[in-house]
């Protein structure tokens, strides 16, 4: 029967592509088309020769196989036309339509690869260039957001590298130190050792509610026992192994570079908890903060060292007279606001300058180191200054002028027998003067 399955599969076969449908499609119509002129041709001799019986029905046979071949013409004119939209025209409307769509963001489209061969590879290379688009847009967006997430950890960073670094004084950068590596990492346990190179020991600095005889406190122990004295040992961050019910972690060595390098310390880190981390890998920041809190440290050691220095006196390593004008001040409008007792001793080696024209200069200061160190065995409320020359002062807090006279005199007792031990071939005493707040008596100068 002649069904336009039939007429589709007898004409286009295994034609996919548009041009072979086209052929195909050709080569029929003209099969098709001579096949009617053929016919024509035949009837049109006979139309002519007015016959008989036979030859009538011969031309009637002639004509109907004819309007049969005009007939396959049509079917096969439809069969182009309905082949050409369906395997051409409606797919590329739709390729045209999704093109659009891709083009105002909607990657989420996918052309259905149907029709023509050529068709169906433009819109399946349609389809890859919308998923590769949508990849890159993808990526791009996660590394927007990774960017966006390390930007928020390296101001983090910094921010606590800046926190670290503007103090002068080690409690607050140890305080910081810690809160900062727990922050980056997400550690749940932070101490901080001071790292003792004389007797290679890890002295713990922090937390300072673990410094002490409580039973949970942090003691002093060997470099060789410790699991971060490997840190300490190595200049290297090390990580731990769980032990004595401690979770596992890392020991980041406190290192102050330079011309040699010099390790202040361990951070020891224990319990990591990468929820509330900063960083996923915290091991370069930590180094690096641990480098920063190292350098800040030994700033603040010099720090304590300068100010130490330009408050004792060189020789006698007693506090000078600028400490001395400073801590009276102080202690004057204490005692006056409280009403306390204050006095103060000034002590004078008796005939010093002969002491240095008999003996020499350097026996001259082993005298006043002897005064300095007698006079600075007070207690621990006194404080004792060397005031110029073979002067000297010591501040009584708390102490009104009778004790004050007493303990002047137990001194000049006592600096008499110790300069003694020098084996001088002569005495050597010193004059006490005593003064106390009155109400005569109510500032430095008076």
Same mark, same amino acid.
């Given at each position: 029967?002649?069904?336009?399955?039939?007429?589709?599969?007898?004409?286009?076969?295994?034609?996919?592509?548009?041009?072979?449908?086209?052929?195909?499609?050709?080569?029929?119509?003209?099969?098709?088309?001579?096949?009617?002129?053929?016919?024509?041709?035949?009837?049109?001799?006979?139309?002519?020769s007015?016959?008989?019986?036979?030859?009538?029905?011969?031309?009637?046979i002639?004509a109907?196989l004819?309007?049969?071949?005009?007939?396959?013409?049509?079917l096969?004119?439809?069969?182009?036309?309905t082949?050409?939209?369906e395997?051409?025209?409606?797919?590329?409307?739709?390729?045209?339509?999704?093109?659009?769509?891709?083009?105002?963001?909607?990657?989420? &489209?996918?052309?259905? #690869?149907?029709?023509? %061969?050529?068709?169906?590879?433009? =819109?399946? $290379?349609?389809?890859?260039? /919308?998923? @590769?688009?949508?990849?890159?847009?993808?990526?791009?967006?996660?590394?927007?957001r990774?960017?966006?997430?390390?930007?928020?950890?390296?101001?983090e960073?910094?921010s606590?590298?800046?926190?670290?670094?503007?103090?002068l004084?080690?409690?607050?950068?140890?305080?910081?130190?810690a809160?900062?590596?727990?922050?980056?990492?997400?550690?749940?346990?932070?101490?901080?050792?001071?790292?003792?190179?004389?007797?290679?020991?890890l &002295?713990?600095?922090? #937390?300072?509610?673990? %410094?002490?005889?409580?039973?949970? =406190?942090? $003691?002093?122990?060997?470099? /060789?026992? @410790?699991?971060?004295?490997?840190?300490?040992?190595?200049?290297q961050?090390?990580?731990l192994?769980?032990?004595?019910g401690?979770?596992?972690?890392?020991?980041?060595?406190?290192?102050?570079?330079?011309?040699?390098?010099?390790?202040?310390?361990?951070?020891?880190?224990?319990?990591?908890?990468t929820?509330?981390?900063i960083?996923?890998d915290?091991?370069?920041?930590?180094?690096?903060?641990?480098?920063h809190?190292?350098?800040?440290?030994?700033?603040?050691?010099?720090?304590?060292?300068?100010?130490?220095?330009?408050?004792?006196?060189?020789?006698?390593?007693v506090?000078?007279?600028r400490k001395?004008?400073?801590?009276?001040?102080?202690?004057?409008?204490?005692?006056?606001?409280?009403?306390?007792?204050?006095s103060?001793?000034?002590?004078?080696?008796?005939h010093?300058?002969?002491?240095?024209?008999?003996?020499?200069?350097?026996?001259?200061d082993?005298?006043?180191?002897?005064?300095?160190?007698?006079?600075?065995?007070?207690?621990?409320?006194?404080?004792?200054?060397?005031f110029?020359?073979?002067e000297?002062?010591?501040?009584?807090?708390?102490?009104?002028?009778?004790?004050?006279?007493a303990?002047?005199?137990?001194?000049?007792?006592?600096?008499?027998?110790?300069?003694?031990?020098?084996g001088?071939?002569?005495?050597?005493t010193a004059?006490?003067?005593?003064?106390?707040?009155?109400?005569?008596?109510?500032?430095a100068e008076?």
């Amino acid at each position: 029967m002649l069904t336009p399955a039939w007429l589709r599969q007898a004409v286009l076969g295994d034609a996919f592509s548009i041009g072979e449908q086209a052929r195909a499609l050709q080569v029929a119509m003209n099969r098709a088309t001579g096949l009617a002129i053929a016919l024509g041709a035949f009837e049109f001799p006979l139309a002519l020769s007015h016959g008989t019986g036979p030859v009538i029905v011969i031309t009637f046979i002639v004509a109907a196989l004819e309007l049969m071949a005009v007939v396959l013409v049509a079917l096969i004119a439809h069969l182009a036309h309905t082949t050409l939209r369906e395997s051409a025209f409606r797919p590329i409307e739709e390729l045209s339509s999704t093109a659009r769509r891709m083009a105002n963001g909607d990657l989420q &489209v996918g052309a259905e #690869p149907h029709g023509a %061969l050529e068709v169906q590879q433009i =819109a399946s $290379t349609l389809g890859v260039l /919308a998923n @590769a688009i949508q990849t890159e847009r993808n990526n791009r967006v996660a590394d927007r957001r990774a960017g966006e997430k390390e930007n928020t950890s390296l101001r983090e960073i910094l921010s606590i590298t800046r926190d670290v670094g503007t103090h002068l004084e080690p409690e607050p950068i140890l305080a910081q130190l810690a809160k900062g590596a727990r922050r980056l990492g997400g550690y749940a346990e932070v101490v901080v050792w001071r790292f003792d190179e004389l007797d290679s020991d890890l &002295v713990p600095v922090y #937390p300072p509610d673990r %410094l002490g005889s409580k039973p949970n =406190a942090l $003691t002093r122990i060997k470099v /060789a026992r @410790a699991a971060a004295g490997r840190a300490a040992t190595s200049g290297q961050t090390v990580r731990l192994r769980p032990e004595d019910g401690r979770a596992a972690g890392l020991a980041v060595p406190l290192v102050v570079g330079g011309v040699g390098l010099r390790i202040l310390g361990v951070l020891e880190l224990r319990g990591e908890n990468t929820a509330e981390a900063i960083v996923s890998d915290p091991i370069d920041a930590l180094e690096a903060l641990a480098s920063h809190a190292a350098t800040a440290l030994a700033a603040a050691q010099l720090y304590e060292q300068l100010e130490q220095r330009s408050e004792t006196d060189a020789l006698t390593k007693v506090f000078n007279r600028r400490k001395l004008e400073t801590d009276l001040r102080i202690e004057i409008g204490r005692s006056l606001r409280y009403g306390h007792p204050l006095s103060i001793i000034m002590v004078d080696v008796d005939h010093f300058k002969s002491i240095n024209d008999s003996f020499g200069h350097p026996t001259g200061d082993e005298v006043l180191k002897v005064v300095a160190s007698t006079i600075g065995r007070g207690r621990e409320t006194d404080a004792a200054y060397r005031f110029g020359g073979e002067e000297f002062a010591v501040l009584l807090r708390e102490t009104d002028v009778t004790s004050a006279r007493a303990v002047a005199e137990r001194m000049r007792i006592k600096i008499k027998e110790n300069v003694a031990t020098l084996g001088l071939p002569r005495d050597v005493t010193a004059s006490l003067g005593v003064a106390s707040i009155a109400a005569d008596v109510q500032s430095a100068e008076k």
